[in-house]
């Protein structure tokens, strides 16, 4: 693909056109892509907020605070009210630990905005700090006189305490905000969200119930994945068809005109989207496009960049091409997802157990030599995946380095971490050291080094999906409140054969989830 500037020279150096591109490649988690692409976009037109403002929000994702902060600057002197460059302003401060002065920028954004959930997070954040939720409420309705009435406080504290993961906290007061404001239907569905990450499926459904009255996409979204997590897909599927028309969906899915759902494909091509960001996502629900082939389609994978090489070879995929690659000549296009609620064959049938995914060719022979076996059992780790939910003892997914060395301690057990990006740091810095070999793979190398190993022990990241598709014994450790494909109270997935699940028993407590993984790599070896 073409760097920055070989993207800027072909447009003609549009701004627009440019800073298009750097929003496209944000969107697809390439931050320091979409950096490049921001600041040429800002050179061009020095005098656009929106520019600036974007520039700035990227370096600040790619952690360039200084620079962040001069181009959030520059754009609030041309806009001193662009509500998205104070908020960013406040994130700013926010990270550097000057709460108060986070919480000034902040108001100043709620004064223009005062409904905007992520800057009533953002506020409630800041007076939560160091404060209980009866001083944070005091403390924003002091500090906020005349832009927030008491409810946007309350609500404020209540989203913090929620982010956070104090469910027990949060959900009388959103209880009592849903009493006064029975059409705040975001706050509803956060409420069926924290009662299924409280395990309480029975509250769940009633305020699923309420927040889907309010027709809007994240609650009919939620209202379909809560019933995949108790592994009723038939009702799942009920609750897709019965809003498929709905303008809604027109924002996930394609126009109807062109949408598969199981219509004749035999000489046809198909589209497939597979996903544009999430790694996961796109090794898991890829497999149903050997239903496109099977039906006599040609199928055009469009899978996130990382993804292209593996998944060229995948059984039904005819090509792949990458997000931002011009749309192919197409009959019909696909969300791979959806189409297990949309196709008339069972989700059962659609789910394809059989492993579907191979190392390539080249690469096995160079990782028989790197992984030799013996007599100890060759285990591959990974410990961290994305921010989502980082905050939130109850959804957070990720763990410590530290938290895995009673594995470290086992015998005739060899430790070699699968680990890529930021958490890779933990394993090179870690003090004492962690005695496990750094592999430092891209995918298809972790996918070829996966193969050569005994076991896999991961949390839920793209490698559990990239052994369980391979058919490699992995097992997948999840927090308390797990995704709702892994469903509830299972040790096994109907995904991935292959796997076997650790659940926490305590809200972001993993030493007993390592004990028994470690009890059953110890089996493991024994069956060896």
Known sequence: MEDSHKYAKRSGRDPEAIHQRALLLARRAEYKRSYA??????????????????????AHAIGRSGDAASYIDHALRIDPHHPAALQKL??????????????????????????????????????????????????????????????????AVALALADRGDYEEALPMLSGLVRQRPEDYPSLRLLAEMHVGLRDQTSARLWYERAIQGNDLDSMTGWLLYWSRLGDFERARQIYRSSRLNPLFERVMRPANRRWEGQDLRGKTLHLIAGDIYLGDALQYIRVARIAKAAGARVIAEVPRRLRSLLRTIDGVDAVIMPDAPSPPADYEAHAFWLLYTLPHPVEESIHRAPYLSPPSDLRSEWRERIPQGPALNVGIAWRGSPWRIRDRYGRRSMALEDLRPLASLPEIALYSLQYGEGRAELLQANPAFPAVDLAPDLPNTCAAIERLDVIVTIDTSIAHLAGAMG?????????????????????????????????????FWPDVVTAVGRALQSEKIVR
Not at 45 to 57: C, D, S, V
Not at 124 to 138: E, K, T
């Open 37 to 58: 692409c921001h600041q040429i976009a800002a050179q061009l037109e020095p005098g656009n907020p929106r520019y600036l403002y974007h520039t700035g929000a990227a």
């Open 90 to 155: 406040g994130d700013l401060h926010f990270d550097a630990l000057r709460f108060e002065t986070a919480l000034q920028s902040y108001s100043r954004a709620l004064a223009i905005a005062p409904d905007d959930r992520s800057l009533l997070l953002s506020a409630g954040r800041c007076a939560l700090h160091d404060a209980n939720p009866s001083s944070a409420m005091h403390h924003l309705r002091q500090r906020m006189l005349g832009t927030l009435d008491p409810l946007h406080s309350e609500l």
């Open 472 to 508: 490699k014994r992995t097992f997948l450790m999840l927090p308390y409140d797990a995704c709702f494909r892994w469903m509830l109270d299972r040790e096994d997935t109907p995904w991935y054969p292959s796997l076997r699940l650790f659940r926490q028993t305590k809200p972001g």
